[in-house]
């Protein structure tokens, strides 16, 4: 069988536990047809670039599948259908990762403490380097001779 990352987003006015549920109507789609559903992960409630049929916001949801082609057909065929899912994209890869996709670990990173990246450059009392003082030529002070 073929291995598959397939993301979808659903609507901003869904709950998580909707979400949820379209995820576990979509693995007894792939089940049914002989495929099985790996890693969940839901990147929750994210703004998107422009709006997608009134929608500012949107659920994100990553899945991991192992399915032959027709299962995966035929759940992108009922996301078609479905009026809760807005966008949905399916790409084939050689193998699965494993741990946190690169979302969940771009929200790792971005919950450090940002005060420990140490002193700044160029700030107050900070090193200029090469760079001559400022000061007023009469040649830019604009008065004429």
């Known amino acids: 069988m073929a291995l598959y990352e397939h993301v979808f987003i659903a609507r901003q006015d869904l709950s998580a ?13 792939l ?18 670039a422009y709006r997608i049929k009134k929608n500012r916001k949107a659920h994100y949801t990553l899945m991991d599948i192992d399915a032959p082609a ?14 809760n899912i ?3 994209m399916t790409i084939r890869v050689d193998a699965l990762e494993d741990g946190p996709s690169a ?8 919950d450090r403490d940002r005060r420990d990246r140490g002193p700044r450059r160029g700030g107050p009392g900070g090193d200029r380097g090469d ?3 400022r ?6 002070s604009g008065e004429d001779k």
Request: proline letters at 3%; charged letters at 35%; aromatic letters at 4%.
């Open 86 to 88: 807005l966008r949905y």
């Open 17 to 29: 536990q909707q979400v949820e549920e379209l995820v576990e109507q979509y693995k007894g789609v």
């Open 103 to 110: 979302m969940m670990a771009k929200r790792d990173r971005d």
């Open 131 to 133: 760079r001559p003082d």
């Open 31 to 48: 089940e049914a047809n002989e495929g099985s559903l790996g890693r969940v992960e839901h990147w929750g409630l994210k703004s998107l």
């Open 135 to 140: 000061t007023a030529d009469s040649s830019s």
């Open 70 to 83: 027709p299962a995966v057909a035929e759940m992108e065929r009922q996301m078609r259908i479905n009026e």
